[in-house]
Nanobody, 124 residues
Framework: QVTLIESGGGLVQAGGSLRLSCAASGRTFGSYAMGWFRQVPGKEREYVARISGGGSITYYTASVKGRFTISRDNAKNTVYLQMNSVKPEDTAVYYC?????????????????WGQGTQVTVSS
């Protein structure tokens, strides 16, 4: 069993920066990929980024590429999402998720473990 706890959300102005953290406990952290997803009311949960278990492979959805950076510190059992040049359309509840294997995917269904979410609000 894995428990994920996000932190770092809040209110930020457009063009600003925010860093989300997700602390994991339970299963060996470096053995599974981690992802970040986001969701706004009335819409499906949307994939944002993922990182392999070892941390060497990262992928991003097109709308955040070049602005967001996913990273992980396996010694601290923590994954991060650095959000730069944020836009009002980045406003959402952000969730971290743990995959069943070391590489993950962009699909919600490929993730077994989920955090409770943290709200990010970008003002214009």
């Amino acid at each position: 069993q894995v428990t994920l706890i996000e932190s770092g959300g809040g209110l930020v102005q457009a063009g600003g920066s925010l860093r989300l953290s997700c602390a994991a406990s339970g299963r060996t952290f470096g053995s599974y990929a981690m992802g970040w997803f986001r969701q706004v009311p009335g819409k499906e949960r949307e994939y944002v980024a993922r990182i392999s278990g070892g941390g060497s492979i990262t992928y991003y959805t097109a709308s955040v590429k070049g602005r967001f950076t996913i990273s992980r510190d396996n010694a601290k059992n923590t994954v991060y999402l650095q959000m730069n040049s944020v836009k009002p359309e980045d406003t959402a509840v952000y969730y971290c998720a743990g995959a069943s294997g070391p590489y993950g995917s962009s699909l919600v269904s490929e993730y077994t473990y989920w955090g409770q979410g943290t709200q990010v609000t970008v003002s214009s």
